[in-house]
């Protein structure tokens, strides 16, 4: 079976930076994704980890090490428009192809 | 590309009918997954397709529920018959590769209400 385990709740201030831990368990795995869903809207892609190390998006850095099964997402200068539900997801081989599987979810308020 | 798109955005019916969500997913992609979202369960992966060939239903939760795939323009997911417990946000997403990817672009989803 499939399993990612990460915080439900994450609070913090503008300007600061904030870290959201991601374990998985699964069966296959091809990389770790992060996406975020701000209210109503729909998820989009953030970013993604194949290898092990940090990958970095302008103020956003996704990190991945794939022996400790774990990932996270890194959130700095933090804005109040970053306050959304930021998801990390496992693409794992199927009988064909990939299984996208999804996390729970972590929701980040930002606050003034 | 306009995107994927889904339809309807809403949808209210009454229990015991037939509910029938669309998707377009965006031109050239290979793989197209449909997610239910509910804040108890979060996002849950119902079924995906590959080049059109359902993959896994493994997450489909009951046999009410049935997806097609009859080109790669085009999807749709069933419920029939309805049930309260159905009412959540049915997302559709396409990836452009079939193998290895993560990244999926998803739709505005189909929030569904059944009363």
């Known amino acids: 079976g499939q399993s990612l385990e990460q915080p439900s709740e994450v609070t913090a201030v503008e300007g600061a930076i904030v870290q959201i831990n991601c374990t998985y368990q699964t069966s296959g795995f091809y990389g770790l994704s992060w996406y975020q869903q701000h209210d109503g809207g729909a998820p989009t892609f953030l970013s993604y980890n194949a290898l092990d190390g940090l990958e970095e998006t302008g103020r956003f850095s996704s990190f991945l090490s794939r022996s400790d099964s774990y990932g996270y997402l890194l959130l700095q200068e933090l804005q109040m428009k970053d306050s959304a539900s930021y998801f990390c997801?496992?693409?794992?081989?199927?009988?064909?192809?990939?299984?996208?599987?999804f996390g729970k979810g972590t929701t980040l308020s930002v606050s003034s | 590309d306009a995107g994927v798109i889904q339809s309807p955005r809403h949808e209210v019916t009454e229990m015991g009918q037939e509910v029938t969500l669309r998707c377009k997913p965006i031109?050239?992609?290979?793989?197209l997954f449909w997610y239910r979202q509910t804040m108890m369960r979060g996002l849950e992966l119902l079924i995906y397709?590959?080049?059109?060939?359902?993959?896994?239903d493994s997450g489909m939760p009951e046999d009410r529920f049935s997806a097609k795939m009859p080109n790669a323009s085009f999807s749709t997911l069933k419920i029939q018959p309805s049930e309260p417990r159905d009412s959540a946000v049915y997302f559709c997403?396409?990836?452009?590769?079939?193998?290895?990817?993560?990244?999926?672009?998803f739709g505005q989803g189909t929030r569904l209400t059944v009363v």
């Open positions: 031109s050239g992609h290979n793989s």
């Open positions: 397709f590959n080049n059109n060939v359902p993959i896994d």
């Open positions: 997403a396409s990836s452009p590769r079939a193998v290895g990817n993560t990244e999926a672009f």
């Open positions: 997801a496992v693409g794992a081989p199927g009988q064909a192809g990939t299984a996208l599987i």
